[in-house]
DNA sequence: TTTTTGTACTTACATTTCGTAACTTAGTTT
DNA sequence: AAACTAAGTTACGAAATGTAAGTACAAAAA
C-alpha cells in the first residue's frame, strides 16, 4: 500500500554507482591519476560515453579534471577525497566475486 | 597499449550489481521474503522490468522463486545464500552515502 | 608553407534498453 | 456468466548506448 521509504541519500548513491561504466572507472581511478585516453584504453569504453561519464562524476565532485598545457594538451583524472572514500565497496565487490561468482558457461 | 586486465569474476559482478534495479531490488529483498507485487509496489519499478530482473537474479543464483498455490497463485522472491552475501555491498554503500552525499539542489 | 600527427573530445546515426499502459491466464467469488 | 486477483506479457514510443567518422588546436615533419 505506502511505496518505498528508502533513504534519498541512498537512492543516489545507488544511482550514481549504478550508472554503466561509473563503477568500472571509479575501480580504474583507484590506480592512480590517469590520462583520458589511458582510461579509454584501459576500460574498453566508447569515447562518447566517457566523455559523458567523467563529466557526470566530476559534477558530483567524485572525479577531478586537470588540465596540463603540454602540446598537445593532456588531461588528468583523477578520484577526489569523496572519490577515495568509494574504495571500501570495490573491495566488498571484489571480495563478495571472489568468493561467488563463477565463469564458466 | 595493453588493454584491461580486469578479473573477469569482479567484472561479471558489476556487470550484474549495475544492472539497473537489480541494487535496489537486492536491497529491497535483504528484509526479508518477499511477493512479487510487493516488491513492485516498494521499488516502483515497472512489471515488464521487475520480471525481467528477477529472472536474470534467478539464474544467477542470487534470488530463489517459489510458487505458492495459493488462489490466486502467489509468488515468494527471497535471497540465496550468495544473495545474501551481497550485504556487506550494500552496507558500504549506504555508509558511502550517509558520509558523503548531499541532496539539496 | 603545406601536410601530418597527437590529444581530447563531438556529432550523426543505428541498435538496444526502458517505461507505460493495456492485455492475458486461471481459479474464485458474486 | 461476470468480476476479481496475482503474476506476468505484449506492443510501442522514448531514452540510453555503441560505432564510426569528424573537429580543434598547436607543433613537428615534409
Known sequence: ???KKICPRFEKALK??????NTLLIYQLLEG???YS???NQVG?????LTERLKELEIENIVKRTVIPSTPVVIEYELT???HALAPIL??????SSMWVNIEE
Open 1 to 3: 500500500m505506502d511505496q
Open 16 to 21: 550514481i554507482l549504478n550508472h554503466s561504466w
Open 33 to 35: 591519476s590517469q590520462r
Open 38 to 40: 589511458t582510461i579509454k
Open 45 to 49: 569504453i566508447s569515447s562518447r560515453v
Open 81 to 83: 577525497e569523496k572519490g
Open 91 to 96: 573491495k566488498a565487490i571484489e571480495q563478495w
